[in-house]
């Protein structure tokens, strides 16, 4: 499934992401990805919505995140990324206070530990 697939479905409300449904606050994967990827092949490693600024934050195998903006409504283009991660993010969690808007933590970790 595409990152932009992704996107629009968690936009709309369809039951989409990883396979830790108490991790990710709801969120719920129903399609089996199988062990048949081929090598070389781009594919979303995690991803978590960012309360407060309709955002998603996706990691990919190459080693990068991309933030996507939930409001858009004609495409779902990289807004901004983070790049040139030593190893491939493989999860991530996002904390912000409520009572201060300004205080948020992204925390990820990647095959290296």
Known sequence: MSCQKAALELNTGSQLGPKSPERTEGVTAFEDYG?????NQLSVGDFIKIQKAFEIAVAFTSKEICFYDLLSKEEFACQYK???????P???????????ANESILSFGDITG
Not at 35 to 39: D, I, M, N
Not at 82 to 88: D, I, N, R
Not at 90 to 100: A, G, K, S
Request: charged letters at 20%; hydrophobic letters at 35%; a negative charge.
């Open 90 to 100: 493989i999860c991530m969690d996002y904390w912000y206070d409520p009572l201060d």
């Open 82 to 88: 983070l790049q040139g991660l030593k190893g491939t």
């Open 35 to 39: 062990t048949g990827l081929l090598e």
